[in-house]
T-cell receptor, first 113, second 114 residues
Framework: SQQGEEDPQALSIQEGENATMNCSYK?????LQWYRQNSGRGLVHLIL?????REKHSGRLRVTLDTSKKSSSLLITASRAADTASYFC?????????????FGAGTRLAVHP | EAQVTQNPRYLITVTGKKLTVTCSQN?????MSWYRQDPGLGLRQIYY???????DKGDVPEGYKVSRKEKRNFPLILESPSPNQTSLYFC?????????????FGPGTRLTVL
């Protein structure tokens, strides 16, 4: 089952620009997490926002959560070529009798020097 | 260094030949999980374990087995691999302070079944 759906599927920007990725989901969640994956490598956790939080910051990352719209956004400010990666949202929910993380299909971000 | 390790990293095998992908973590995490990643489908959970000797099915468990005899190890077993199990596999672990919590991922195992 796929809960989070990222938008856009792909994003191409110039270094120094901001990158915004969106995630929509369908059911109630405990938290929402964002992960980053460099090509073919393991995912790296970026940030976790709980269902009772609206905004969270970590360095150049800003995450918002709107539970009424069942959506979240990840903003990367002043992007760098090293930010080129795929970004996944993952919704934490209680489903099928246990707590689980459900990943979306991801947004591919390309930052050009 | 805190990490999740997987072996092998790459594997090409033939249909029906049993294989095991090992996963080990050195962070004393209770929770461990296996995912497969296929293009356009994100990550799908295969099996998970809440602690030693406690395992359960995820969303796509067919064709896979797991065991959790020790806290640090969580091997994934394919008794009779088939071509539709060609995929990129990730092991992950997390502490159970908040569920679902931040997960730490291994580097991945790229499996090709001919």
């Amino acid at each position: 089952s796929q809960q989070g759906e990222e938008d856009p599927q792909a994003l191409s920007i110039q270094e120094g620009e901001n990158a915004t990725m969106n995630c929509s989901y369908k059911t109630s969640i405990n938290n929402l997490q964002w992960y980053r994956q460099n090509s073919g490598r393991g995912l790296v956790h970026l940030i976790l926002i709980r269902s009772n939080e609206r905004e969270k910051h970590s360095g150049r990352l800003r995450v918002t959560l709107d539970t009424s719209k069942k959506s979240s956004s990840l903003l990367i400010t002043a992007s760098r070529a090293a930010d080129t990666a795929s970004y996944f949202c993952a919704t934490g929910e209680f489903s099928g009798g246990y707590n689980k993380l459900i990943f979306g299909a991801g947004t591919r971000l390309a930052v050009h020097p | 260094e805190a990490q999740v390790t997987q072996n092998p990293r790459y594997l090409i095998t033939v249909t029906g030949k049993k294989l095991t992908v090992t996963c080990s973590q050195n962070m004393n995490h209770e929770y461990m999980s296996w995912y497969r990643q296929d293009p356009g489908l994100g990550l799908r959970q295969i099996y998970y374990s809440m602690n030693v000797e406690v395992t359960d099915k995820g969303d796509v468990p067919e064709g896979y087995k797991v065991s959790r005899k020790e806290k640090r190890n969580f091997p994934l077993i394919l008794e009779s691999p088939s071509p539709n199990q060609t995929s990129l596999y990730f092991c992950a672990s997390s502490p159970i302070r908040e569920v679902p919590n931040e997960q730490f991922f291994g580097p991945g195992t790229r499996l090709t079944v001919l």
